[in-house]
T-cell receptor
Framework: SQQGEEDPQALSIQEGENATMNCSYK?????LQWYRQNSGRGLVHLIL?????REKHSGRLRVTLDTSKKSSSLLITASRAADTASYFC???????????FGKGTLLTVNP | NAGVTQTPKFQVLKTGQSMTLQCAQD?????MSWYRQDPGMGLRLIHY???????DQGEVPNGYNVSRSTTEDFPLRLLSAAPSQTSVYFC???????????FGPGTRLTVL
């Protein structure tokens, strides 16, 4: 399977703490994206990092990409209860359009 | 803009029945996709389209048909529903290859 793998599968933290989620993949990629899914809803795009980028920031989000290790991490700083959701990485490789998703990390932020 | 819309929100079918899941987008996006989401499996690509009249298979296409007669619409057809097709189905669109995808709210399908 070309699916990405995410680690951990579930993460529970207190409000104000930082949350780190990791994603690994097996193929060469053009870009890697992170999405959030609130329970029972559609996915929302968070951030996209290209294969020639090593780090990207968006508000309280920080994404890193290490193409030599075929891995990426998503850091959410100063977490809030509203950050409670599932987070998915997705990568796009080669010349085709397909986006391959990981299995997700369920983040619970306790007030 | 309404973004990506999907109908119905919920559907219960009996084994062997057929139905069409509707997906529409008003962002003039060329690329559209159908995914299914099952517990512990993440999202898996069923079919996708890179423009009107052009479709291709994803990771799990068996049992599903698609067509793309207009830029806006990308329906997914189940010809003979099976219990293994019980899942949540998401439609997504994207303005270009490699760009972010915009997801619809999903259709929760149960096949008895």
């Amino acid at each position: 399977s070309q699916q990405g793998e995410e680690d951990p599968q579930a993460l529970s933290i207190q409000e104000g703490e930082n949350a780190t989620m990791n994603c690994s993949y097996k193929t060469s990629i053009n870009n890697l994206q992170w999405y959030r899914q609130n329970s029972g809803r559609g996915l929302v795009h968070l951030i996209l990092i290209r294969s020639n980028e090593r780090e990207k920031h968006s508000g309280r989000l920080r994404v890193t990409l290490d193409t030599s290790k075929k891995s990426s991490s998503l850091l959410i700083t100063a977490s809030r209860a509203a950050d409670t959701a599932s987070y998915f990485c997705a990568f796009q490789g080669g010349s085709n359009y397909k986006l391959t998703f990981g299995k997700g990390t369920l983040l619970t932020v306790n007030p | 803009n309404a973004g990506v819309t999907q109908t119905p929100k919920f559907q219960v079918l009996k084994t062997g029945q057929s139905m069409t899941l509707q997906c529409a987008q008003d962002m003039n996006h060329e690329y559209m996709s159908w995914y299914r989401q099952d517990p512990g499996m993440g999202l898996r690509l069923i079919h996708y389209s890179v423009g009107a009249g052009i479709t291709d298979q994803g990771e799990v296409p068996n049992g599903y048909n698609v067509s793309r007669s207009t830029t806006e619409d990308f329906p997914l057809r189940l010809l003979s529903a099976a219990p293994s097709q019980t899942s949540v189905y998401f439609c997504a669109s994207s303005p270009r290859q490699g760009a972010e995808q915009f997801f619809g709210p999903g259709t929760r399908l149960t096949v008895l």
